[in-house]
C-alpha cells in the first residue's frame, strides 16, 4: 500500500503518461474536457487565511505566501470569497466597489501578485461575484437614492408603500429583517432580500445587466479563471409585487413563514446565466454557481438545456443528508444518472464545517478521512473549503456578546451565525496556530494545538496526508479522472462501494459508514488488486472481501 509522501513520488513518475489536466495553458485535455471538468478547487475565505501584516485579519499576500502548500496539497484553484471594498456589514458581500480591492486585504497590485504567483504554481483564481445586491455606499446606490429622476434610479427596485408605514408587499429579508426599506429623502421604499445595507440590483434593466458583465471582463483581463456566483436564485423579483402566500410554520427569526415564489427562481434567473456564461466563454472561464434546490432534478435546470448557463452548479444538498451508505448511494445515483456534470461540496463558509458536523466523538478523524474518500473520488468536480484537510471544527460563539456575524447578532441564541466555521487557518500548534502575531478577527479553537499543517505533515496518517494522497490519486489515476460511475453490494447498508471505469482501467473504492467493523463482498470480475490507498482495511477471504475497521476506506486498481 502507498500512503502519503511514497504515494506521491510514484504518480509523479506516471505523470508524464497521463494527460496534463492542471496545465493553465491546456485548453482541453486528451479527451477533449475544458480544464475545469478535473480540477479540485479550493475555498479560501480570505479574512481568515493567512495574515501577512499581523493586524488579525488575512489578506491577499497571506495568500500569495501559501501557494507552495496549496500546490503540494495538490488542488488545481482557488475560489477567493469577496476581497472588493466593502463596508463588511456581511463581510465582504455587501461590495462597494467591483472593480478594486479592499485595502484590508491589500491592492490591486497585490491581486496581479497573487495571480502571478498562482499561475507559476498551475492554480487558478476563481472570484466570488455578488450578482444580487451591492453596497449601499456603492456609488451606482448613492445615485440611484439621491432623486427619483437621477441616472441610476432603476438600477435597484424602488416602489411607493402600500400605505402609510407599509411597505409594497409582506416579502421579508432572509437575514431576518424586513425586505423594503424606507428612503424620507425620495419617500419610497428599496427592496433588499439580504439586510438594509445591500439593496437588490434591478437584473431587468439592461444598463445593470451591461455593468455586471464588464465588471466580469475587469477581472477576466486580469487573469481570474472564473466565478462562483452568489445567491443567483434571488437575482429576480415579479414585477408586480405579489404577496408571496403564506406557509406553516415560523422561520429561525421567529417569522410566520412563507412560500417565497415570487421573488426567487424565477424563469428570467436563466437569462442572466445565459448572458454571464457567454462572456465567460470569451476567456475559457468557468461559472460555479451558488444553487440551493430541494431534489437533485432541479440542479438540470442551471446548467441550460444546451449546457449554456453554469458548467458547475453546486450539489448543496449532500450536506443536508443522513451520514449513511445507503442515502449517499441513492444521492450519488440520482446526480450521476442525470447525465450532467456532478459537483460535490461537504462544506463552505455558510455550512457548520463537515468534521463537527459527521463527529461522533470517538472516530472524528477517521470519518474525516472517509468522507475525503468517498467526495475525492467520485465522478465530478470537487470543492474543498479551507481547513477542511486538516479537520478543522467549528468554533462557536459561546456568548452574544462574541458573535461577529450579523446573522448571529439577530438570531442569537436559537441562530449563532456563520462565525464558528470561518475561523483562522491552523498552521501550527504555536500562537493563534500560526496564522496571526496580532489579534485574530475571530478565535482559534483549543483543536489547533492537533489539527493543524506543521503537526500533521509529520504524521504519514494524519487526515492532511490523506488528502494529499487522494488528490495526487484523483489527478493521475485515469479511471478516476475520466471514468464512469458504477455502484455495486448495493443491499450493503453500512458499505459504499463502487467502481470508476475507463477503458480497460478500473479503481475500486469501498467506504465503511459504520461505526462496527465490516467485512464487505468485492466480487468484481478480476485476477487481483493492488493497493492504492486505504485507512484501516486490509483484503480478506483470497481477496473476495474486505476487512474494514470503523469508518475504514479501501481504494486498489483492479487487474485483469
Known amino acids: 500500500m502507498f500512503t502519503g509522501a511514497k504515494l506521491l513520488a510514484v504518480l509523479t513518475l506516471t505523470a508524464l503518461l497521463v494527460p496534463a489536466a492542471r496545465s493553465q495553458k491546456t485548453e482541453l485535455d486528451a479527451e477533449g474536457h475544458p480544464w475545469w471538468r478535473h480540477a479540485v478547487f479550493y475555498e479560501v475565505y480570505p479574512r481568515s487565511f493567512a495574515d501577512s501584516n499581523n493586524d488579525g485579519i488575512g489578506d491577499l499576500n497571506g495568500i500569495t505566501s501559501k501557494l507552495d502548500y496549496l500546490q503540494k496539497l495538490g488542488v488545481d484553484a482557488i475560489w477567493i470569497t469577496?476581497?472588493?471594498?466593502?463596508?463588511?456589514?456581511?463581510?465582504?458581500y455587501d461590495v462597494s466597489d467591483y472593480e478594486a480591492i479592499d485595502p484590508m486585504y491589500g491592492t490591486l497590485a497585490d491581486f496581479d501578485h497573487l495571480s502571478s504567483g498562482a499561475k507559476q504554481h498551475h492554480i487558478r483564481l476563481i472570484l466570488d461575484f455578488v450578482v444580487n445586491h451591492s453596497s449601499d455606499q456603492h456609488k451606482w446606490f448613492l445615485d440611484s437614492k439621491s432623486s427619483k429622476t437621477s441616472a441610476r434610479r432603476d438600477w435597484y427596485i424602488w416602489r411607493d408603500g402600500k400605505g402609510p408605514n407599509q411597505p409594497p408587499n409582506n416579502w421579508t429579508s432572509t437575514f431576518g429583517t424586513p425586505a423594503w426599506t424606507y428612503d424620507p429623502t425620495t419617500k419610497q421604499y428599496y427592496y433588499h432580500y439580504f439586510y438594509p445595507q445591500q439593496p437588490d440590483l434591478n437584473w431587468r434593466n439592461p444598463a445593470v445587466e451591461k455593468a455586471m458583465f464588464d465588471v466580469t471582463r475587469f477581472w477576466y483581463q486580469r487573469g481570474v479563471s472564473g466565478f462562483r456566483l452568489d445567491a443567483v436564485d434571488t437575482l429576480f423579483e415579479d414585477p408586480a409585487l405579489k404577496d408571496n402566500p403564506p406557509a406553516p410554520g415560523t422561520d429561525k427569526f421567529g417569522r410566520p413563514n412563507t412560500n417565497e415564489i415570487y421573488n426567487k427562481?424565477?424563469?428570467?434567473?436563466?437569462?442572466?446565466?445565459?448572458?454571464?456564461?457567454?462572456?465567460?466563454?470569451?476567456?475559457?472561464?468557468?461559472?460555479?454557481?451558488?444553487?440551493w434546490t430541494s431534489d437533485v432534478s432541479q440542479l438540470a435546470e442551471y446548467y441550460g438545456k444546451n449546457n449554456d448557463e453554469l458548467q458547475l452548479?453546486?450539489?448543496?444538498l449532500?450536506?443536508?443528508?443522513?451520514?449513511?451508505?445507503?442515502?449517499?448511494?441513492?444521492?450519488?445515483?440520482?446526480?450521476?444518472?442525470?447525465?450532467r456534470w456532478p459537483v460535490y461540496v461537504i462544506t463552505n463558509h455558510d455550512i457548520t464545517r463537515s468534521y463537527t458536523r459527521y463527529a461522533d466523538g470517538q472516530h472524528n478523524d477517521e470519518i474525516a478521512k472517509l468522507?475525503?474518500?468517498?467526495?475525492?473520488?467520485?465522478?465530478?468536480t470537487a470543492i474543498m473549503y479551507y481547513g477542511e484537510e486538516i479537520g478543522m471544527e467549528n468554533n462557536d460563539p459561546k456568548s452574544k456578546e462574541e458573535v461577529q456575524d450579523p446573522e448571529g447578532k439577530l438570531g442569537w441564541p436559537k441562530e449563532k451565525g456563520r462565525d464558528g466555521e470561518r475561523t483562522p487557518m491552523q498552521w501550527t500548534d504555536g500562537r493563534n496556530a500560526g496564522f496571526s502575531a496580532g489579534k485574530p478577527w475571530l478565535p482559534v479553537p483549543v483543536s489547533a494545538k492537533t489539527h493543524n499543517v506543521a503537526t500533521e505533515e509529520k504524521d504519514p496518517?494524519?487526515?492532511?496526508?490523506?488528502?494529499?494522497?487522494?488528490?495526487?490519486?484523483?489527478?493521475?489515476?485515469?479511471?478516476?479522472?475520466?471514468?464512469?460511475y458504477f455502484s455495486i453490494n448495493n443491499d450493503d447498508r453500512n458499505v459504499l462501494t463502487y467502481l470508476r471505469r475507463y477503458k480497460n482501467e478500473s479503481v475500486l473504492v469501498v467506504l465503511n459508514f459504520s461505526s462496527q467493523p465490516q467485512q464487505a463482498k468485492i466480487d468484481v470480475p478480476s485476477t487481483g488488486y493492488i493497493s492504492l490507498l486505504s485507512s484501516g482495511a486490509t483484503l480478506a477471504d483470497g481477496y473476495k472481501?474486505?476487512?474494514?475497521?470503523?469508518?475504514?476506506?479501501?481504494?486498489a486498481r483492479l487487474q485483469k
Do not use: W
Open 82 to 92: 469577496p476581497c472588493f471594498p466593502s463596508p463588511n456589514v456581511d463581510f465582504g
Open 265 to 291: 427562481k424565477l424563469p428570467e434567473v436563466h437569462t442572466a446565466l445565459k448572458g454571464l456564461r457567454k462572456v465567460a466563454d470569451e476567456y475559457n472561464a468557468v461559472l460555479i454557481g451558488e444553487t
Open 313 to 316: 452548479p453546486m450539489d448543496l
Open 318 to 339: 449532500l450536506n443536508g443528508l443522513p451520514f449513511s451508505a445507503d442515502d449517499y448511494r441513492k444521492h450519488v445515483a440520482a446526480l450521476d444518472s442525470s447525465g
Open 371 to 380: 468522507m475525503a474518500a468517498f467526495y475525492l473520488t467520485l465522478r465530478g
Open 461 to 484: 496518517h494524519s487526515i492532511l496526508e490523506t488528502y494529499r494522497s487522494l488528490l495526487a490519486l484523483r489527478h493521475h489515476q485515469l479511471a478516476l479522472l475520466e471514468g464512469d
Open 545 to 555: 472481501s474486505v476487512h474494514l475497521e470503523p469508518f475504514a476506506f479501501y481504494i
